[in-house]
């Protein structure tokens, strides 16, 4: 059956939205719970550095403290990046997706949708934060084991694992910046055990801890951890994984479908995996991880772009076609 | 819940204190025609305690709003999903009464094809004089575009929904016919699958008419009308998007059917041929179930301004090349002025007497139906001919004298825009109330499709009208709904 181009993009927004919440709660969650520096406190403006959300931040709070940074990224619905206007966006996009998805998967985006805005800021003060963000986490996780196990395997299907796989990079990427962007104390600590907690808490927050243990049993070093963030091929949330699981879908896609596009896309994604391939960690950091990072980024904004123009009908924006020339 | 004892609470005597009045009630009958064949279903009902009732009946709408089988209304505060109230006492048909509605739903489905192919092609009734020129030419709906076109089967109407009241006697009659785009079918649908999860006790064994095909069937008659010689036509569902108040509707549909439902956005033509946008380029589409009116369909052609629409489709459609269901141009045949003329039409194209009469109707336009609507206007319903959605109707008995008055002035100043019908005392249900089980009108809107042949869908969507005492039973306002059954021959009893 043809795939119409318009629901092609709302299947890869959904996966993208609903992938976004689930990784803004595992920041959430794990700021609150492993993010405590020696002075008591917790950085909380490096969640809204970790966003880029400084501006919009700084234009409804004069100061980042647990309860104003919970309250702009779970509830505020006016604030785009919010835990609340991402389920949104992805429900908006579920709602016109509904003769294509499941009944179960709609029904459940819809019932989280509405446990979310009967939320009062009293439900996700502190002492209840742990178990809001655990809440959200898990009815993501939920979305994913039930599109799993009732989503349709044809052409959706590679569109909905695109969205997921190239938002679960992105977030990667931005774990990874925030330790470097903001968190670099000054050189004196690094190798203290403060710097050791914080990198802790940048594998914890991806779920990668563990996963770090098997490969490194014993230490830690900001390079190694950032090496595994990046490049480790069987962590399920590295940057390399996630590439090599969108070049292998759009491989698939089109072959499976004989699409006659996407070829540009591919092009991209083939470059982005072997520049990702081709230097070490070491190398990496010696020149830079945060410009490393943003050129990641900047990548993979130009995939999505590529994948827009070739399956969405987007017309191609005028930026690539600079680079073209 | 405050734990409030309700009047009928205790088991095995639910309908005990019923009371339906004068009116003639669905469950229960009248004296003269006793309802037999809800005997079971009474006895079954009985032995039901009016709090499980009513906690099955708070667990069924939550889950609908869970489904999200709701719709869009708005309000002040923006737009919001609202569920269509839900009624779990059954609406019942038997088979016999059933056996005679559908008769006549094809007899008026094949008569209003009949008028719409005569009135675009050789015009024999108006030139015969059995409905005044002006009243089929000078209406909004009639398209000129469509004058001389061949459509398949001369199928107009693919989709028909006629409402039907009961009155006093326990007549059913046709209060109004809608051959431009009906909603409502998915509730019926929807309503009965609720039913098999919330009351699978109640239902047991009775012996009651499938209802799920409906997407199947009206697949089967778009493919029919599909212009394409071999192999499968490519359909779509085309609704004007995600914030229409219908949308569920259009889901459903689509999903049912098994067709993408496309946006206007999503189509395009080409050399007089209709395409989607897919992932892989332009593709075909040869039979479209429209959801949106003929005014918004294709801007260079009827409104400049809708941006709904696909620019060019008309032309395509008048070469053939794609089909359109309903076709363009049938609200000339449901507008309220005319459907007075309907019996009068099928004694014309079909020799045959009305097998569901109509409403005594009176058109206003005409001298002496004015004058007795002025002189009777307490006793009488209004309608403006224009309008859907029960808006702007003037109900005599309850009306103040200064809304009379106001419907007076109305009538001289444009009386072709009015139409009169005497007070129907519409049938009752038992429903669910916060007083416990208490009577509510209600009217019937079946649905008929017709691609080669007409079939009609067993039930149709019975809507009840909440507030006690009132008569209008429209979704916009206030008005929910109740399943329908229709009985197998030998069911129930």
């Known amino acids: 059956m043809n795939l119409l181009a318009r629901y092609a993009e709302n299947i890869f927004w959904m996966a993208r939205y609903m992938e976004r919440a689930e990784n803004l709660a595992r920041v959430l969650d794990v700021q609150e719970t492993f993010v405590r520096d020696e002075r008591g406190g917790t950085n909380w403006l490096s969640v809204v550095q970790l966003y880029a959300d400084e501006e919009a931040f700084l234009k409804r709070h004069a100061v980042a403290s647990a309860e104003t940074v919970v309250a702009f990224y779970l509830l505020d619905a006016t604030n785009p990046n919010s835990i609340v206007s991402t389920i949104r966006a992805a429900r908006e996009n579920a709602r016109t997706l509904r003769p294509w998805i499941s009944t179960e998967m709609w029904s459940q985006i819809n019932v989280f949708y509405n446990q979310l805005l009967a939320l009062t800021p009293r439900d996700v003060a502190m002492p209840h934060l742990s178990r809001v963000c655990r809440m959200v986490k898990e009815a993501c996780q939920t979305h994913t084991g039930i599109t799993e196990g009732t989503f349709y395997r044809d052409q959706g299907w590679y569109f909905y694992q695109m969205g997921k796989a190239i938002e679960r990079a992105d977030q990667t990427t931005r774990l990874l910046d925030i330790k470097y962007h903001t968190l670099l104390p000054s050189p004196d600590d690094l190798g203290s055990s403060l710097d050791m907690q914080q990198w802790c808490t940048v594998l914890r927050s991806a779920a990668g801890y563990h996963a770090f243990r098997r490969v490194y049993p014993r230490g830690m070093t900001p390079t190694t951890v950032a090496g595994f963030i990046l490049f480790n091929e069987g962590f399920p949330r590295s940057v390399v994984m996630c590439v090599r699981q969108i070049d292998g879908l759009l491989t698939r896609l089109k072959s499976r479908y004989t699409l006659r596009r996407g070829s540009e896309a591919m092009e991209k994604v083939d470059e982005l995996l072997a520049a990702l391939l081709s230097r070490p960690i070491e190398a990496v950091i010696a020149d830079g991880l945060h410009e490393y990072l943003d050129w990641v980024q900047s990548q993979l904004i130009g995939i999505t772009a590529e994948i827009g123009h070739a399956f969405f009908g987007q017309e191609p924006a005028p930026l690539a076609q600079v680079e073209v020339q | ?493």
């Open chain 2, 1 to 493: 819940m405050n734990g409030a004892t309700a009047p009928q609470a205790g088991a095995r005597n639910l309908l005990a204190s019923y009371d339906a009045g004068i009116f003639y009630d669905e469950l229960f009958g009248n004296a003269d025609k006793p309802a037999g064949h809800t005997r079971l279903i009474r006895e079954r009902l009985n032995q039901l305690d009016f709090e499980d009732l009513r906690r099955r009946a708070t667990d069924a709408e939550k889950e609908l709003y869970n489904l999200g089988i709701t719709f869009l209304i708005y309000a002040a505060q923006g737009a919001e999903d609202r569920i269509l109230p839900f009624d779990v006492i059954p609406r019942v048909i038997s088979a016999r009464e059933w056996a005679h509605l559908e008769a006549g739903i094809k007899q008026r489905v094949a008569t209003l094809n009949l008028f719409l192919h005569d009135i675009y092609h050789d015009q024999k009734i108006l030139k015969d004089g059995i409905i005044p020129a002006e009243l089929v030419l000078g209406n909004a709906n009639f398209r000129p575009q469509m004058a001389g076109l061949d459509v398949p089967f001369d199928t107009y109407i693919h989709i028909m929904g006629v409402d039907l009241v009961r009155d006093r006697e326990g007549t059913f009659r046709v209060l109004e016919d809608n051959g431009r785009v009906p909603s409502g079918v998915s509730y019926v649908v929807e309503n009965r699958h609720m039913m098999q999860r919330v009351f699978p006790d109640l239902m047991r064994d009775i012996g009651i008419r499938p209802v799920d095909n409906y997407g199947h069937k009206l697949l089967e008659a778009m493919s029919e009308i599909a212009p394409v010689a071999e192999g499968d036509p490519e359909v779509a569902l085309l609704s004007p998007g995600s914030y229409n108040s219908a949308y569920f509707e259009h889901i459903f549909l689509a999903r049912e059917m098994g067709v993408p439902l496309v946006e206007g956005r999503d189509l395009v033509v080409e050399n007089h041929r209709v395409y989607m946008k897919t992932t892989d380029g332009l593709a075909p589409v040869h039979s479209i179930y429209r959801r949106i009116g003929d005014d918004f369909l294709d801007p260079t052609a009827f409104n400049p301004d809708s941006l709904l629409g696909v620019p060019g489709i008309l032309e395509a459609y008048r070469r053939g090349n794609v089909a359109l269901a309903n076709a363009i141009g049938t609200g000339v045949a449901d507008d309220k002025a005319v459907y007075a003329y309907v019996p009068r039409m099928i004694k014309y194209y079909l020799d045959q007497d009305a097998l569901i009469p109509n409403v005594d109707t009176r058109i206003c336009r005409e001298h002496d139906a004015l004058t007795y609507t002025l002189d009777n206007l307490d006793k009488l319903v209004v309608k403006p001919v224009g309008e859907a959605g029960g808006y702007g109707i003037t109900i005599g008995p309850r009306a103040s004298k200064a809304e009379l008055d106001d419907c007076r002035a109305k009538l001289i100043a444009d009386p072709a825009n009015y139409i009169s019908q005497p007070v129907v005392d519409l049938s009752v249900c038992p429903t669910v109330t916060p007083d416990g089980i208490e009577p509510r009108h209600v009217d019937l809107r079946p649905f008929a499709v017709t691609g080669s042949k007409t079939w009609v869908l067993p039930g149709g969507l019975s809507r009840v009208a909440l507030q006690k005492g009132t008569l209008i039973v429209n979704s916009s306002q206030g008005g929910g709904s109740k399943d329908t059954w229709v009985l197998e021959n030998g069911g129930a009893a």
